[in-house]
């Protein structure tokens, strides 16, 4: 059977897994009844992580209103202070100075009034002149309508934002007749345009059509709601948490600010999905004076475009860092076990490594990420290998560090691409099959190579992350597919009736785009007990993904080089680090 006969034979199959892990992964709006104020009298620190952002016990998702303010960075998340899963929802809120080390704060909104008696959902918080920081956020009412209030500091001179204040003359946007009051949510944060109005997006849907609202405000208080949508697309179903921000054509160093109307500049549009639990975004075209966003159409805008990260990475949301003139990236990675799985552990959900945001110098065509450079000071022990031949079915093992609490940075050079795969281009959007297809272990021309991570010395557990080359007969040009495969991850088996792991274990994926022209292709990997994250091309490709090994723990992980392909790679260059725990990592939050 041939490569395009063997992927179609198992796209069904690919479709029905998905659809199953859809519904299993998207169960965060679930609500819990006898499970969401459960008790955690103990909690299980097995695969919790150690330099990631999390409280020390319960549920947590969306990042919300992310600001540095007089200071302090500061993170609100949405918090169950109840229990492990979704409910109970608050406004948790921490501060730091250098995005590392976490003091958690009281939490600063939770339900209380009526218009949002039954929920303070996501949002986002804009610098006003005259007023300081407000939060713009979804609250829910009695009758389950979605709609926008504000809140605002109690002291503005207070560098810490401790006590926050929810206006009687709330709400300040409701849905009208012609919208879906059960869909309505998540307000980006607003930026201040040239004709005196702010603006902010709201996500919604109208069957499944995905849309972005806009509304326009003078005061920040009275908001009027635009006679179309600033953006939407047809079969996206509900965006959540939109994100809407400016990047340099020309400045691939700094961030802009939200109010950046200059030239040499590109909008971003990003949402989220509600119906499959990942992100996609576009560049494009903001235009001012009509309110609209037209996508530049280098890439698909609906589920096969591009992605901030390809892997168990949701609810995104950026913010511009005066301090240090850039824009940074928080989000969400869920768990990836079961709801029986984090009752146990007493605790769900962390906040990945924040991230810097750049339009690729290379083609303007992509965003590039790369970790805040603050993580470095949590390096320690360190070990460096350079020019190490790798041949077929070699792996060479990096020791000297704690492999279960590392960072990773390995430059790969693959020489001649003659004995590349001629790459399908029928798959050309779809990577994730080509990955469940083209696994770690499947023998090919260029690749697959890369990193072997949380692994047991036999591999009897392991997460693979690899490139692997093809040819595009049709251009002659490489096409680069990365994967971080999460199947052999753990040895938890437990098969339910149709016999998948009762644990989501799947591969992820995304293409790369780079021409590897001198061979050289660079991986770095964020390594941190139950979840790594990794950056193929200085962050031109990013996957996170949750991992819980039960062999590979600890000290008994080991992190290997590999080479599975017929061609031999070279590696020019590992460079490995122990991480060390922050000395002060959101105490006291509950």
């Not at 406004?91 to 209380?112: G, R």
């Not at 160093?253 to 996609?280: F, I, Q, W």
């Not at 122990?578 to 939050?589: D, H, W």
């Amino acid at each position: 059977m041939g490569f395009s006969s063997t992927l179609s034979v198992l796209l069904l199959l690919v479709l029905i897994n998905l659809c199953n892990n859809i519904k299993r992964i998207n169960a965060f709006h679930q609500v819990y009844e006898n499970l969401q104020s459960q008790s955690v009298e103990l909690v299980n620190h097995f695969h919790r992580s150690a330099f990631h952002f999390q409280p020390p016990k319960h549920w947590i998702n969306d990042p919300n209103g992310p600001l540095y303010y007089k200071g302090f960075y500061h993170l609100f998340y949405q918090y169950n202070t109840k229990g492990a899963v979704w409910g109970n929802i608050v406004w948790a809120h921490s501060v730091s100075k250098d995005l590392v080390n976490w003091e958690a704060l009281e939490h600063a909104i939770y339900p209380s009034k009526w218009f949002d008696i039954k929920g303070t959902w996501s949002g986002s918080i804009t610098l006003v002149p005259g007023k300081g920081p407000v939060i713009l956020y979804t609250g829910i009412n009695q009758n389950e309508t979605q709609m926008q209030n504000y809140a605002i500091p109690e002291d503005p001179s207070d560098p810490y934002l401790r006590k926050w204040i929810k206006p009687d003359d709330n709400p300040v946007a409701m849905p009208d007749y012609t919208m879906n009051g059960s869909d309505f949510r998540d307000p980006t944060t607003a930026w201040l345009s040239k004709d005196g109005h702010w603006r902010t997006l709201v996500g919604s849907r109208k069957k499944h059509r995905g849309i972005a609202y806009i509304y326009r405000s003078r005061d920040f208080r009275h908001w009027v709601k635009a006679k179309h949508p600033v953006h939407s697309k047809e079969s996206t179903g509900m965006w959540e948490c939109p994100d809407f921000f400016p990047v340099s054509t020309i400045d691939f160093e700094n961030g802009l600010d939200l109010d950046y109307a200059g030239p040499n500049a590109k909008h971003v549009l990003k949402v989220s999905l509600d119906m499959t639990r990942y992100e996609y975004y576009t560049l494009g075209k903001y235009y001012p004076k009509k309110d609209r966003y037209v996508p530049n159409g280098d890439s698909p805008d609906g589920w096969d475009g591009l992605r901030f990260d390809y892997g168990n990475f949701y609810a995104s949301k950026t913010f511009f860092d005066y301090k240090k003139n850039r824009r940074i990236l928080w989000g969400w990675a869920n768990e990836s076990d079961t709801v029986e799985d984090d009752i146990s552990k007493g605790w769900a959900g962390l906040q990945v490594i924040p991230r810097t945001v750049l339009l690729d110098s290379s083609n303007k065509k992509q965003l590039v990420f790369w970790p805040i450079e603050e993580i470095e000071s949590l390096r320690s022990s360190y070990v460096r290998m350079n020019n190490k031949d790798i041949e077929m079915g070699q792996r060479l093992e990096v020791k000297g560090i704690t492999p279960a609490q590392a960072d990773v940075e390995v430059t790969f050079n693959v020489g001649s691409l003659e004995k590349a795969e001629p790459f399908d281009t029928s798959y050309t959007y779809k990577p994730l099959d080509l990955c469940r297809v083209k696994g770690s272990n499947v023998t090919g021309g260029v690749g697959p190579f890369g990193l072997i991570t949380l692994a047991t010395p036999d591999l009897e557990e392991y997460t693979p992350i690899f490139f692997r080359v093809f040819k595009d007969t049709s251009t002659n040009k490489p096409k680069v597919l990365m994967c971080s495969d999460a199947r052999p991850s753990s040895l938890e088996q437990d098969r339910g009736p149709l016999n998948q792991d009762r644990m989501y274990k799947p591969p992820f994926a995304g293409f790369v785009d780079v021409d590897l022209a001198d061979g050289r292709i660079s991986l770095r990997s964020l390594i941190d007990h139950s979840v790594i994250e990794s950056f193929g091309a200085l962050g031109k490709t990013v996957i996170t993904s949750r991992v819980y090994p039960v062999k590979a723990v600890k000290e008994n992980a080991h992190l290997y080089v590999f080479n599975n392909g017929t061609q031999t790679v070279n590696v020019e260059s590992v460079d490995a680090w122990s991480m060390e725990r922050p000395l002060q990592m959101n105490n006291g939050a509950t």
